[in-house]
Structure formats: structure tokens, C-alpha cells
């Protein structure tokens, strides 16, 4: 059974830094390229960002260029998303998503795995 588990969320001041973290298990993590998306009150899901499967290439929607980071680590089924500068705006419910790919992360998947969300609130 595949599970993503995220964690690392919490309600924070405008200006600081969270960094989510996203636990698999279930599957070999390094066949996967592995995506961060959220989604605020009221709102759909948006893309934040991705990461291959080697770590090597990234790609970010664009309001949060220059603030977030993505990593992983393949020995630890983890993949992390580092964000600075919260914005109020970026309240939102964050998934984790796993993409069964060994090319360039997509931003559209299509993503087979999902987790159950952290709540990140920033609050102004």
C-alpha cells in the first residue's frame, strides 16, 4: 500500500520559513518524480513545484520562484519543500504527489500517489 505523509506545516507570521516534508513508502521513491501542490480556501489545487527522480531538475510556479526550494533524499523516501518569505497568500492546504517518471518533472502528471495534506497558515 502507498502512503505520502506530509508533515512540517503549522500556522506562521508573514516573512518566515517552513519547510514540508513528504514520507513514501510503498513504492520505489527513486523510479518516482515527486510534486508539491496546494490549495487554498475556496480555490482549486495549484502546482508549486517538482522534482525528478535524481534530484537534478526542478520546476516552479511562478508566484513562488525565488521563495521555495524543492529537494529529496532517495535513501529516506523523502522529498522536501523549503519556503521563505511566506506570504499570506500561500495559506493553503499542501499535498504531496508522486509521478511515476524518469524524465523531467511535469507539472500536470498525471500524478499516481497522493498524500493527505498539511495545513500551512500565514498569518499577516
Known amino acids: 500500500q502507498v502512503q505520502l505523509v506530509e508533515s512540517g506545516g503549522g500556522l506562521v507570521q508573514a516573512g518566515t520559513s517552513l519547510r514540508l516534508s513528504c514520507i513514501a513508502s510503498?513504492?520505489?521513491?527513486?523510479?518516482?518524480?515527486m510534486g508539491w501542490f496546494r490549495r487554498a480556501p475556496g480555490k482549486e489545487r495549484e502546482f508549486v513545484a517538482a522534482i525528478s527522480w535524481s534530484g537534478v531538475s526542478t520546476v516552479f510556479e511562478d508566484s513562488v520562484k525565488g521563495r521555495c526550494t524543492i529537494s529529496r533524499d532517495n535513501a529516506k523516501n523523502t522529498v522536501f519543500l523549503q519556503m521563505n518569505s511566506l506570504k499570506p497568500e500561500d495559506t493553503a492546504v499542501y499535498y504531496c504527489?508522486?509521478?511515476?517518471?524518469?524524465?523531467?518533472?511535469?507539472?500536470?502528471?498525471?500524478?499516481?500517489?497522493w498524500g493527505q495534506g498539511t495545513q500551512v497558515t500565514v498569518s499577516s
Open positions: 510503498g513504492l520505489t521513491f527513486r523510479n518516482y518524480a
Open positions: 504527489a508522486a509521478d511515476h517518471t524518469w524524465g523531467r518533472p511535469r507539472p500536470l502528471g498525471p500524478y499516481d500517489y
